[in-house]
């Protein structure tokens, strides 16, 4: 992840930014203007493009997983058998999040915007704060990475 500060004529900071997302994955950008006020200065975090092939398809990534039903067993074992405020680790969260972004992606045909889809988000979210806080990329396609990074490594 990189910081950028790019200091402009105001008239061009929509030319800049539009420039800077399409070479880089950008957050939001933030817009001040200069103390002498006579141009812009625009601040956002970026990462690089990523390369197609660190982010498997969803059948890429959970070739040889557990079934769905399998791993919403083991989550709630580890839930139902965890006493209340134990600071899980790093692998129920990614299971989990795995678990959720296969639930749904079952749904995301029929709504895309829909209870499933949203908990899948906020669940890679939470994973990708937790491991990187202010990465951006896509959050499921990093579970997805993560994911299959997890199961090559129990092989």
Known sequence: MIEIRVICDPTDADRVTTALNTAFTTGDVRKYPTRDGKRARLYLTADHR?????????????????????????????????????????????????????????????????????TADAAAVFLLDMDQPGVTCDPRAYVRQQYAHALTAEQ
């Open 50 to 118: 990523p390369n197609p092939a660190d982010w498997p398809t969803p059948e890429q990534a959970y070739v040889g997983a557990p079934s769905i039903n399998s791993e919403i067993g083991w989550v709630a074992r580890t839930l139902a058998t965890t006493e209340c405020f134990t600071e899980l680790d790093r692998d129920f969260y990614l299971r989990k999040a795995a678990l959720l972004d296969r639930i749904a992606l079952l749904d995301e045909p029929d709504t895309p915007d829909g209870d499933a889809t949203t």
